[in-house]
């Protein structure tokens, strides 16, 4: 059998034919969603112990309660709703397309209800609701990352006209630290050193994110990017008892602004020097020469 649909407007018609009632359970609202920042102090190296632990965060949510003059009925008090005539109460009218079929939708008027509202409460206009700030305990768990989330069930924007609650999503976001990065749970830390310290050995001491300190050594040699791990001293891992790593990362500082005796010392320590003191450009430098002679060759 081949269809057709029609062009032409289509005619709403109760769905008494076909049976159906509007459902007695009241209409959930959205989900309440906010964002919420946790802000880490740049200023104190063992901020991010807040991290590191369990704690409890106070915070005020804007959101929609129930009328408290109209108990989210969205009526003034003494009158009640009426049955919508656009679907004489069943919450659903179907519409005609002009051939074998028609398509069922909830009723435009009371939407899906079933009764409209014609004396509405003068707190809430007949929503049911009102804008009111709350004030919420959030556990937050160890070894949160940046965007973590967490539902609060229940906690959401009340149901239009007496439905239920919806549930309240708090989008976590940590703000940088001033020493340190953070990859999962592993953390890092930029080191700068003197060129004396790389070269000739020392140690320094870290903060670590539990709030205390610990010491670092390095051996003579130590060049840029060489990395020093330092195991268990990073952040938990969330719903774990795993915990990461925190990696010292050193970057070897060049002396500026010399006197004049500080730069007839480096001058004379060039003199003295030879390539197994600087392995690493001496054997560049030899590559790139026989790369050069090979293109002339």
Request: glycine share 12%; aromatic share 6%.
């Amino acid at each position: 059998m081949k269809t057709s649909a029609s062009s032409g407007m289509a005619s709403s018609i109760p769905t008494s034919a076909v049976g159906r009632k509007p459902s007695d359970t009241p209409m959930p609202c959205s989900q309440s969603v906010i964002r919420m920042v946790i802000a880490v102090p740049s200023e104190r190296p063992s901020a991010w112990a807040k991290l590191e632990k369990r704690r409890t965060a106070q915070i005020s949510v804007p959101t929609k309660v129930v009328c408290e003059a109209c108990s989210g009925s969205g009526a003034r008090t003494g009158s009640t709703p009426r049955q919508c005539q656009t679907c004489q109460g069943h919450g659903r009218v179907r519409a005609s397309t002009g051939g074998f079929f028609s398509i069922e939708r909830t009723c435009p008027t009371c939407q899906g209800r079933g009764e409209v509202i014609t004396d509405p409460c003068l707190e809430c206009h007949g929503a049911g609701r009102t804008t009111e700030a709350r004030k919420l305990s959030v556990n937050i768990p160890s070894g949160i990352e940046d965007g973590t989330r967490i539902r609060l069930a229940g906690e959401g924007e009340a149901g239009l006209r007496g439905g239920p609650s919806g549930d309240l999503y708090l989008f976590l976001s940590i703000k940088p630290h001033e020493f340190f990065q953070r990859d999962g749970a592993d953390i890092f830390c930029r080191v700068p050193v003197s060129i004396t310290t790389a070269a000739l050995g020392g140690e320094f001491q870290v903060p670590t994110i539990d709030g205390g300190k610990t010491r670092v050594k390095i051996p003579d040699g130590t060049q840029t990017g060489k990395q020093f791990r330092l195991r268990g001293k990073g952040m938990p891992v969330l719903r774990s008892s795993r915990v990461g790593d925190m990696y010292i990362q050193v970057v070897v500082e060049t002396p500026q602004n010399l006197t004049r005796r500080q730069r007839e010392l480096l001058e004379e320590f060039e003199q003295v020097s030879s390539p197994q003191n600087n392995p690493e450009s001496a054997g560049f430098f030899s590559r790139v020469r026989d790369f050069l002679e090979g293109l002339g060759g």
